[in-house]
């Protein structure tokens, strides 16, 4: 293609004509793509670049008469393209990397708390068998079966107030013990969120 013949192919494409501007696509894709692929290195990204250029030429079509060096032209856009697209690509990949790392903190903070619940029920469970036996059994009832105080002085035969003095004192030894478990993970947390 000679120079006469590209003025003549922009200025039809400038007024719309999709044959001319075909065939400036067609003589220019494969330079194209040939200068792009010795920097990307991935066909399907220099591909991406090639039908971005000519999209954007479409799309200000009536700008082509004030290009004088079409391939000259079409090179600084690549180049423009090229270095748009791998800056865009390394700020996916950084927050790829940053989702990453949260996803991975995330795993880590989900296993951290699973670890201060089971150490907090082993914790209580461990509390509850070292009750006296009448104030065990009456939080049992209280807690596990969900009888009322009523209920549960008739089985253990003691007054409805011995039921609730022994469900008070077992719940203030529970108390005790599970505010230095609290304080224990509260450090925990602090140390490692």
Known sequence: MNLYNEK???ERSSRGDEE??????????????????RFSQSPEVVEDIVQDIFLKLWLNKEQLTSIENLDAYL??????????????RAKESDILTVLGREGQRHEMNNATVNLA????????????EKLPHQQKVAFYLSR???LKHEEIASL????????RNHIIQAMRTLKKSLTSLLVSVAIHFFIFF
């Open 144 to 146: 596990q079966a969900n």
């Open 75 to 88: 090179i600084t856009l690549s180049k423009n393209q090229l270095i748009n697209t791998i800056r865009r």
């Open 20 to 37: 001319a501007f075909g065939q400036l696509f067609r003589h220019h894709k494969n330079r194209l793509y040939s200068f792009l692929l």
């Open 117 to 128: 619940l089971t150490e907090t029920k082993e914790q209580l469970s461990a509390t509850i």
């Open 156 to 163: 253990m035969q003691i007054s409805k107030n011995t039921v």
């Open 8 to 10: 003549i192919l922009l």
